[in-house]
């Protein structure tokens, strides 16, 4: 009806994704997992996650992953990756930065998402 307020999933086009970014290692497990969520709880829209990871976490954030609800899942995609130096030489960037560090300067160029991401669409 006219003047009437409408809920905010009707003002958003279906077809739009949040893409969300992170970079997870050594301890930090459990505190990217609550970050996700919440993302998860409070967003309106679909959800893919890029999660940039040392090869031991892999598994595990992929088994936590599937484990959430339904009503979770249903609302999120989730591609992980290795950390990589995509420019320049490997070695020196690993002796100027933490492997997590220097692969959030990467951000952009590593993920199948970049054009989003470098266009600025809701990258959070």
Known sequence: RPGEPRPFQ???PPELWIHLAVVACGDRLEETLVML???VL???RKIQFHIFTEESLKPEFDKQLRQWPDSY???FEHRIYPITFSVGNPQEWKKLFKPCAAQRLFLPVGT???NE???GRELL
């Open 117 to 119: 991401l470098l266009l």
């Open 37 to 39: 969520k919440s993302a």
């Open 112 to 114: 199948p998402a970049s």
């Open 10 to 12: 009707a003002v958003l």
């Open 42 to 44: 409070f967003s309106h």
């Open 73 to 75: 899942t249903k609302k």
